[in-house]
């Protein structure tokens, strides 16, 4: 059972307005804080935490620091210093987008495409899913055997032979409880742009449901002791 929970129910039920200011805010603070250990660090404790930390990246990192270093095969001058900030940049860039795909699903923002061109739509719905088909991929390699896996893929590939289309839900209008959402996420912002980029962090576990979910699982965990 997890320690934090952000109640992924709750966060289906927001706004896809706020899931676009959400996910535009979280680039921008990966971006502007680019480097800083402490929300590196904070990312990787919250992934351990939540037991989705990406170990098959842990391989990509390696990759890119040994062809970082292969010029001094050459003889030539490696700086260390601007490699080692390098990787930390890149990896708070890929464990933050996989911290973020923890609350949210890129195929919700497909409403707010509705206007624009059915290819497009159609090409931002698979780059969209491809986190939620990985998941699914990996969940299913677990618990089928590989011979139903194989047959669950020939099944998949016929039953794709015609143009998919993406079923688009209509836009609700917003609500009192879409505000405070927004209110909350932008104070959260200016917070951690402001004073530390690990307020941040906290945002989504500081919701109505995680702080329930929290407080049942350190409940259940103290009873049990």
């Known amino acids: 059972m997890r320690f934090l929970s952000s109640n992924e129910a709750d966060w289906e039920r927001r706004h896809t307005v706020t899931l676009l200011f959400f996910l535009l805010v979280h680039l921008y603070v990966l971006i502007h804080v680019n480097g800083s250990l402490s929300l590196l660090a904070g990312l990787v404790l919250l992934l351990l935490l939540e037991r989705r930390f990406p170990v098959a990246m842990l391989g990509l990192l390696v990759a890119f620091a ?3 270093l292969a010029p001094i095969l050459l003889q030539w001058d490696v700086s260390i210093r601007a490699l080692s900030d390098q990787i930390v940049r890149l990896a708070t860039f890929l464990f933050g987008m996989v911290w ?3 609350f949210m699903r890129l195929e ?12 497009t739509r159609l090409l931002y719905g698979a780059w969209a899913l491809v986190p939620s088909m990985e998941r699914a991929i990996r969940l299913s390699l677990r618990s089928h055997q590989r011979q139903d896996w ?5 099944v998949g590939i016929d ?6 289309v993406y079923a688009l839900p209509r836009l609700r209008s917003f609500q009192g409880d879409d505000l405070v959402h927004l209110f909350i996420l ?11 980029p690990l307020i941040w962090l906290l945002y989504p576990y500081l919701t109505k449901g995680g702080v329930r979910d929290a407080l049942v699982i ?6 049990a002791n």
């Open 66 to 68: 040994l062809i970082s």
């Open 100 to 102: 973020a795909s923890r």
């Open 108 to 119: 919700r923002l497909l409403p707010l495409l509705r206007r624009f061109p059915q290819s």
């Open 150 to 154: 194989r047959e669950a893929i020939v």
């Open 159 to 164: 039953s794709q032979r015609r143009e998919p």
């Open 186 to 196: 932008f104070s959260c912002f200016v917070a951690a742009l402001k004073w530390s």
């Open 218 to 223: 350190l409940r259940a965990r103290t009873s």
